[in-house]
């Protein structure tokens, strides 16, 4: 079944996964209404995220939406790690504040390659991702209904459904992952733990390059 907002009609949608992969995979699931119930709520602002080196265990990847609290759908991607490490993260997010102007709010960590970046049960909701990736045992085309790992069923847990069977569900999972000179934007970032070595937040003014992590 479709579901319509406004005059755009979600009736199936692509998504282009990891680059690196040799032949590029696509999601592609419906639309549910019990599905778009049940959606992760956003504030609809994106934020961009870049990191040196990315090591994941247990990873997966499905289709998913975002919806904002006016009801404005973002298609995303989920990927999704059971553990993970992170060196040099950057998180940058611009507000536009009218007659002050912008302001970014740049936050690092894990810039020490002793004491990186951790996280557990970690799902990242994103709509761009450049990167150098390498899988270790990947199966590409999986029935997202069979995903397993601890951080999948996290977000089962979330939003209150499981995830579409058969032809309706494209996924794709590995035993471990690896990218590397990563930039993505994303809607939004959970973890059941998330270890902030060496934390570094400033609020800079302005936008763009030279500001932002991008």
Sequence with gaps: MSQTFGKTRWKRFALVMLPSIAATAAIGISLADSALAASFSVSGQSFKVTTSDLKGTNFAQFGSVDVETNGTPHVVAVSAFDKATIQNLCQSVVTDLGPLGKWTLVLNAGQDA?????????????????????????????????????????????????????????????????????????????????????????????????????
């Design 114 to 214: 002793a004491k990186p970046v951790q996280a557990s049960n970690l799902l990242i909701d994103l709509n761009q991702l450049k990167a150098d990736a390498t899988f270790t045992n990947i199966n590409i085309g999986q029935d997202a209904s069979t995903l397993g790992g601890t951080a999948t069923q996290g977000w089962k847990d979330k939003m209150g459904h499981g995830l579409p069977t058969g032809a309706q569900g494209f996924a794709q999972a590995a035993d471990a992952a690896e990218l590397s000179n990563v930039q993505q934007t994303a809607y939004a970032t959970s973890a059941g733990t998330f270890v902030l070595n060496g934390l570094n937040l400033n609020i800079k003014q302005g936008s763009g390059a030279g500001v932002e992590c991008y």
